[in-house]
T-cell receptor, first 111, second 113 residues
Framework: KNQVEQSPQSLIILEGKNCTLQ??????????LRWYKQDTGRGPVSLTI?????NTKSNGRYTATLDADTKQSSLHITASQLSDSASYIC??????????FGKGTSLLVTP | GAVVSQHPSRVICKSGTSVKIECRSL??????MFWYRQFPKKSLMLMAT?????????EQGVEKDKFLINHASLTLSTLTVTSAHPEDSSFYIC?????????FGPGTRLLVL
């Protein structure tokens, strides 16, 4: 069973709307949790990095939250744009270089 | 910011030939790099860990004789797919731990005919 579960698997929203992506993990303890954006046919690009003690981290229209008690993280996208269409991957890092990947949420923003 | 590059970005080869993919850290040194394979609409799967100055560490189920890894310098790792077969067609991505986070390359699309 994957230690990092993401939901929904895919999502379609209208341009300008907000959305929230979920990440539940069982990996514990961990060093940090990261959200990446992966455009089709490209490598992942880091959006946010949160350590175990952080609750929220923002990067422009992207805001990530972390609840270490419930082992949940979310990525909120505000005022979505067409260019936000991509796969969003939640990655939990145990320690050192041990990365645990979620399967990603595929987001499609339509006009 | 830190950048990881890959070359080539895409390659088409005949079955039975070998293909070399390069991964470079452009403005930082990386004693360790990682190679992933990603099939369509699937998550990244770690293939191996490339270590400068020592042998690569392969994940279970990955054939080390088929996927040759050489960490030639602190900024370069290469993955050679030997005797490629159509089932090796995939998207190969490398990453390196940099100053602030794990940086991923742009990926290499391999198509074996």
């Amino acid at each position: 069973k994957n230690q990092v579960e993401q939901s929904p698997q895919s999502l379609i929203i209208l341009e300008g709307k907000n959305c929230t992506l979920q990440c539940n993990y069982t990996v514990s303890p961990f060093s940090n949790l990261r959200w990446y954006k992966q455009d089709t046919g490209r490598g992942p690009v880091s959006l946010t990095i949160m350590t175990f003690s952080e609750n929220t981290k923002s990067n422009g229209r992207y805001t990530a939250t972390l609840d270490a008690d419930t082992k949940q993280s979310s990525l909120h996208i505000t005022a979505s744009q067409l260019s936000d269409s991509a796969s969003y991957i939640c990655v939990v890092i145990l320690s050192g270089y041990a990365l645990n990947f979620g399967k990603g949420t595929s987001l499609l923003v339509t006009p | 910011g830190a950048v990881v590059s890959q070359h080539p970005s895409r390659v088409i080869c005949k079955s039975g030939t070998s293909v070399k993919i390069e991964c470079r850290s452009l403005d930082f040194q990386a004693t360790t790099m990682f190679w992933y394979r990603q099939f369509p609409k699937k998550s990244l799967m770690l293939m191996a860990t490339s270590n400068e100055g020592s042998k690569a560490t392969y994940e279970q189920g990955v054939e080390k004789d088929k996927f040759l890894i050489n960490h030639a310098s602190l900024t370069l790792s290469t993955l050679t797919v030997t005797s490629a077969h159509p089932e090796d067609s995939s998207f190969y991505i490398c990453s390196a731990p940099g100053p602030e986070t794990q940086y991923f390359g742009p990926g290499t699309r391999l198509l074996v005919l």
